[in-house]
């Protein structure tokens, strides 16, 4: 079994910045792309952000320049460093995994959500 934990959501002022984290632990053989998601209310969840296991990364553009992810293979762990936060960015952050868990099979995992709110 694999699990995923997220941290750093929080409250932050127009502006600010926040880092979320996400861990991966359990039967993990390695992990390929990690992805950031987010889901605002009345909304479809969104994907954020990207990164291979090759460290290549892409974005969502209403976040390019402003977001940037990137992973701690050693740890397991993804991270999204948000700056210049915007009241839109509000929304539940879920972390996404595409885990190797036996050497012919890879599934999806996912974290339960952290809560980012951006107050202006």
């Known amino acids: 079994q694999v699990q995923l934990v997220e941290s750093g959501g929080g409250l932050v002022q127009a502006g600010g910045s926040l880092r979320l984290s996400c861990a991966a632990s359990g039967s993990i053989l390695s992990i390929n792309a990690m992805r950031w998601y987010r889901q605002a209310p009345g909304k479809e969840r969104e994907l954020v952000a990207t990164i291979t296991d090759g460290g290549s990364t892409n974005y969502v553009n209403s976040v390019k320049g402003r977001f940037t992810i990137s992973r701690d293979n050693a740890k397991n762990t993804v991270y999204l460093q948000m700056n210049s936060l915007k009241p839109e960015d509000t929304a539940v952050y879920y972390c996404?995994?595409?885990?190797?868990?036996?050497?012919?099979?890879?599934?999806?995992?996912w974290g339960q959500g952290t809560q980012v709110t951006v107050s202006s």
């Open positions: 996404n995994a595409v885990v190797r868990i036996i050497a012919t099979m890879t599934d999806d995992y």
